[in-house]
């Protein structure tokens, strides 16, 4: 064999890959291994992301060989220190996209997502920083997910529970909204429920899913499946 080689293919390259793929990727991830503190799924990602499974499962490869994620088949996709750090330097610029276009613009939020889905990989650092300076720090988005410091860390954040888990009498305060699919949020939103929102449970009956709750001088009723979806405080 000429030139010494053996033959082997090298391991792929991350510089072949356009960043704003494997920026998705590293997003997905995060997001995937924080919601459920498991190794995200090839499944789970290819969902996330709508592409093939197969195609998850070589880019996978790929972010292994660059030493951004671990991957074990069956199993799923960590990120290492290195694609924790260059995930959360996405998840805080969308996440601060994400209330700019509310703050300024008055987009709701359920238009946010898709529209900082454009815009998080081609704003500057610059650009980003300002927008952070120009809102005033703030600590979350508004779906209310942590949004991440310009040196990549997290607040800790308070303790809550989701609503599928209160009692009856209980008032609440909500804080996180872990399914942010257009249709959910518009649904909350008819029900009078955002980031904010103070309300009291009046019934909570396991055994017939649903969950009854009355807030800003409504009642609405929820299923058990959708009351998980929304985190709150207590009392």
Known sequence: ??????????????????????????????????????????????????????????????????????????????????????ALHVVRRHRLIELFLVKTLNLTWDEVHAEAEHMEHAVSDLLIDRIDTYLGRPKVDPHGDPIPSHEGKLDEEPSSQSLADCATGDSFTLVRVLDQSPEFLRFLTEAGLTIGTSGKVLSNRAESGVVKISSQGHESTLGSQAAQKILVTIG
């Open 1 to 86: 064999m000429a030139g010494g080689e053996t033959g082997r293919p090298k391991p792929a390259s991350i510089a072949v890959v356009p960043s704003l793929t494997v920026e998705n990727y590293l997003k997905a991830i995060y997001t995937l291994c924080h919601t459920t503190g498991q190794p995200a799924t090839t499944g789970a990602i290819a969902q996330a992301l709508d592409v093939s499974p197969g195609t998850v499962t070589s880019m996978l490869k790929t972010l292994a060989d660059a030493g951004l994620a671990t991957y074990t088949p069956y199993s799923g996709a960590e990120l290492t220190r290195k694609g924790q750090a260059l």
